[in-house]
């Protein structure tokens, strides 16, 4: 149980270009998800926090306009990199939880290679 | 500023014998302390949690310490095992923070046969 699916799994695209990525919960509803980013041998660093029907809640220093954020319903969130740069090449990965209680782990996709050229 | 450290990059250990990963935090107001692993090409999966008021939590092969005055944890695998390995993470939480985890930078795990 408890299984969260990314897609894409990987994505070369030109600079410029606006990328979709979907993190789905798939037996299980997902009040809460999740969006991280992580570079090479560093954390899992948290960007924003969706909430099913409210908008998104942005780290400090993460461009809401740059990284739009949509959870329309209780199984789907998606990530949108509008005029992705090189610099946005990254490892994103979502989690999802059914509710915010820190007592309620986390699961997590496998996560989307994004590589701008 | 990084406020879960993970201080080992990587540790190499026997099969059979004990696996100790460490971890530590800056953040004193941190209420909860879980454990991930993480597989090549595959997302992080939840292996064991503790709670700050505890010290110790166990879970078959896993046991999670928590030393608050010293603000560290570690993990122990005992015994390892080859499919032990894998990247561990630590991540910490409080209370009233929507979920929110901080991750520190994962360790390696490598358990040879």
């Known amino acids: 149980g408890a299984v969260v699916s990314q897609h894409p799994s990987w994505v070369i695209c030109k600079s410029g270009t606006s990328v979709k990525i979907e993190c789905r919960s798939l037996d299980f509803q997902a009040t809460t998800m999740f969006w991280y980013r992580q570079f090479p041998k560093q954390s899992l660093m948290l960007m924003a926090t969706s909430n099913e029907g409210s908008k998104a809640t942005y780290e400090q220093g993460v461009e809401k306009d740059k990284f739009l954020i949509n959870h329309a319903s209780l199984t789907l969130s998606t990530l949108t990199v509008t005029s992705a740069h090189p610099e946005d090449s990254s490892f994103y990965i979502c989690?999802?939880?059914?509710?915010?209680?820190?007592?309620?782990?986390?699961?997590f996709g496998d996560g989307t290679r994004l590589s701008i050229l | 500023d990084q406020q879960v450290k993970q201080n080992s990059p990587s540790l190499s250990v026997q099969e059979g014998r004990i696996s100790i990963l460490n971890c530590d935090y800056t953040?004193?107001?941190?209420?909860?302390f879980l454990w991930y692993k993480k597989y090549p090409a595959e997302g992080p999966t939840f292996l064991i949690s503790?709670?700050?008021?505890?010290d110790k939590n166990e879970d078959g092969r896993f046991t999670v310490f928590l030393n608050k005055s010293a603000k560290h944890l570690s993990l122990h695998i005992v015994p390892s095992q080859p499919g032990d390995s894998a990247v561990y993470f630590c991540?910490?939480?409080?209370?009233?923070?929507?979920?929110?985890?901080?991750f520190g930078q994962g360790t390696e795990l490598s358990v040879k046969p």
């Open positions: 503790i709670s700050s008021i505890k």
């Open positions: 953040n004193s107001m941190f209420d909860y």
């Open positions: 991540a910490a939480a409080r209370y009233n923070q929507g979920g929110k985890l901080i």
């Open positions: 989690s999802a939880s059914q509710n915010r209680d820190i007592n309620q782990p986390q699961h």
